[in-house]
């Protein structure tokens, strides 16, 4: 097993540094593992990806060295007015893509002094962007910092990169109409209570049409739909809802199934539905997505 | 993931159209605060200190971050009442990326004026953005809204909410966009569009005030499923007001 390079740094760093915005400035990146040149140039290619202006410092190899040296190094190199004074990058290990790279802050928010934060090499130039202009905070990044590598390799961590996809179970997202000018926020705090404090991939339903306006707005749904799963295709393509009446609540919704081939690339895919294999039955809107779910899952038959 | 950032949308939208005063219009004035500047902006925003509301640590879901508008780079913010949302943390970081290659890219660095629209208003997921045709009833607050520390509540009287005004544009493209401002036909768009979006992505516009230089990301015909994906700067025109 690879050595550990010491990565302790001081809790502070000089103050004149910090004046004014930097936005723009290169970011440095530095080198505690021993890269080959292609292997290093690789990783700054990584990190910039064509939309970040990321630099090797002009010294960056501090192999072997203590995270401490960079930090030296840096405060010098930063006194030039070239390089970002308060944001860059040390790659510690050569698995940078398993282990991700350390982010060094030399003035995390005015409050926690010089801190770092492990986190994916294909995030961290993002993040000193979003830090520069205060669109989100230093502790922020902490809350979802990788773990370190010690940590990985006693079994603390876990897989570092392990897809959160592989921890869902499979879900279904319903398309959302109203032919009605029914509220649609309010549609979906009804159907999907908790939607707001999920990541959008795990929602259930998804707003997908408001067909008011036009003459036919139910035809529109029917026109509309395997054209919207093909343009958003985490839809479902069979089942969805519409809520064809103001009031939902007193009311409820229509459960819809299509009955089509969901094949989202045909040259006809706006003439597919009509009334003829669509088929709806009416349902209280509390119990509208956990009824699809069931549908969807076959747990339950389509009952017209 | 998908490349959407429909949350931000929606937490601006509400700022712009909803919330009860100070009502924040489309125009912003980046200045290059300093980082103290900028961190006062962020806790006058209810965003710091940390952990803010939206942190683990305040028992809200992993994997989100708070969102301020007007943003914390804009003089904007100096006036207080910002509201804000907690989001995606990935679509904030976005939201970051594009307002930093703006200030790059169209301000060329300096300070700068420029105009927040909104693409494609009425797409799926994004909330509160066609709210200047119907405050009244599309401006109900659904509890991850605030002003500050405290949950935002839907403008009270019809004299506040009479004075949300929008327009809904068609740009030459086929993107529907929405400003404050009362715009001309033929007016140029210059739209920062991610490379692979899906159409019904909400977009995010932002124009220069002095040359009608415009920015967004916005909307692409295929694959849902991109991760990082490149940005592109596409001309676009407003073709007519749809309302």
Known sequence: MSMQPDLTLPSKAPTELFHGDALGKPFAVYMLADFQDGEAEELRKFIASDEYDVRFAPRYNFAGQALRAVFDYHLKLA????????????????????????LVSLNCDGECGVDTCRMRAEDVASAMVNLEIANMDWEEFKDSELPSVESVTAGLGGTIFESADNKKPPHHTFGIYTTAGANMTNIRVQLEPDWDRKQ?????????????????????????????????????????????????????????????????????????????????????VGEAASTLVEIADHKREWED | MTWT???????????????????????????????TTKR????????????????????YPKGHSCDEYPFASVKEADQGGQVNRCVPADQNSRQGNLIGKYYQSSCGGNPCQFIVGF??????????CSAFQDPKTMCVPDGNEFKGNNPDVQPPNKRDLDQVRGYLYMTERGTEVSFDHDLEPGTIIHSVRAINETLFDETLKLKRRDDYDYYDDSDNDDEDDVDDPNLEVVEDKIAYKIV
């Open chain 1, 79 to 102: 006194e030039g007015g070239i390089y970002h004074p308060t944001l860059f990058v040390v790659a510690v290990q050569k698995t940078w893509s398993k282990d991700g790279v350390l």
């Open chain 1, 200 to 284: 959008p991939e795990d929602y259930i339903c998804e707003f997908a049409g408001n067909m008011t306006a036009y003459p036919d707005p139910w035809g529109e749904v029917l026109s509309y739909h395997p054209f919207v799963c093909r343009r958003v295709k985490a839809l479902h393509r069979q089942l969805f809802i519409c809520a064809d009446k103001k009031d939902v609540e007193k009311e409820g919704v229509l459960l819809c199934k299509m009955d089509w081939d969901g094949n989202i690339d045909r040259e006809d895919v706006l003439e597919v539905g009509n009334n003829e294999n669509t088929k709806t039955r009416r349902c209280p």
């Open chain 2, 40 to 59: 006062r902006r962020r806790r006058s925003a209810g965003c710091a200190p940390n952990p803010n509301r939206c942190s683990t640590k305040k028992n």
């Open chain 2, 119 to 128: 693409g494609n208003p009425n797409s799926a997921g994004v909330k509160y």
């Open chain 2, 5 to 35: 950032i429909k949350e931000i949308c929606t937490n601006m939208c509400w700022g712009a159209y909803c919330t009860k005063g100070p009502r924040f219009g489309v125009t912003f004035n980046w200045d290059k605060a300093d980082k």
